[in-house]
Every structure is written in C-alpha cells, then in structure tokens.
Nanobody, 122 residues
C-alpha cells in the first residue's frame, strides 16, 4: 500500500480535524496528489488536489473555504486540514495519486490508501 492515512475520528459539527498521509515507494512531489472521500451509498467525491507542476490547489465546491490541502516534501507527506466540519462531511477519506491533471473534467486516481473515517455529528 503506497499510502497510510491517519487523523480521522469523531467530531461535532463546527469542529476541525487534520488528516495526514504518508507515501512510500514514490516521491509525492513528482505527482499530482489529492484526497477523495466516499460516504455509504454515495459516489466517490474528489475533495482536493495539489498540482505537482506549480503547487496550485483545487477544491470541490462543497469544501472550498473550509478545507486546506498541503504537503511536506521533506517527509513525503500530505495533509488535509478540515475546519467548520458539517455532518455531510462524514465519509471515509482517502489520499491518492492522480493519473490526470487536478483540473481535469474526469480526475483519475491510480493509487490510493485504505482511508480514514471521519464522522461529524450534528
């Protein structure tokens, strides 16, 4: 498994969590990387992405202004800071490597971790 996520948990609405993801076997800085989430009965949703070429960041409309993606190349790690959490943010969050550009109409992932559960209570 090329990714190991951590930092998920249970939080009340309005709270914050910080997810971490450590990559192994490849260098994060060389690839477009991001986070997607999947809730029971719902389709996979791309949440955020950071471009390898220029560090540009992208967010879905549902999390824009509340979530922040970042990476630490020295640790080969990326993060997702999640603030002002809402019950609809409840899902399993996966970090992933993209096989497409961040702003593609159809983002593709080629590797991802097993995920970390985030549960937000109302």
């Amino acid at each position: 498994v090329p990714f190991v996520e951590s930092g998920g948990g249970f939080v009340q609405a309005g709270g914050s969590l910080r997810l971490s993801c450590t990559a192994s076997g490849f260098t994060l800085d060389y690839y477009n990387i991001g986070w997607f989430r999947q809730a029971p009965g719902k389709e996979r949703e791309g949440v955020s992405c950071i471009s390898a070429s220029d560090g540009s960041t992208y967010y879905s409309d549902s999390v824009k202004g509340r979530f922040t993606i970042s990476k630490d190349n020295t640790k080969n790690r990326m993060y997702l800071q999640m603030n002002s959490l809402k019950p609809e943010d409840t899902a399993v969050y996966h970090c992933a490597r993209l096989d497409s550009s961040c702003d593609s109409g159809q983002v593709r992932y080629d590797y991802w971790g097993q995920g970390t559960q985030v549960t937000v209570s109302s």
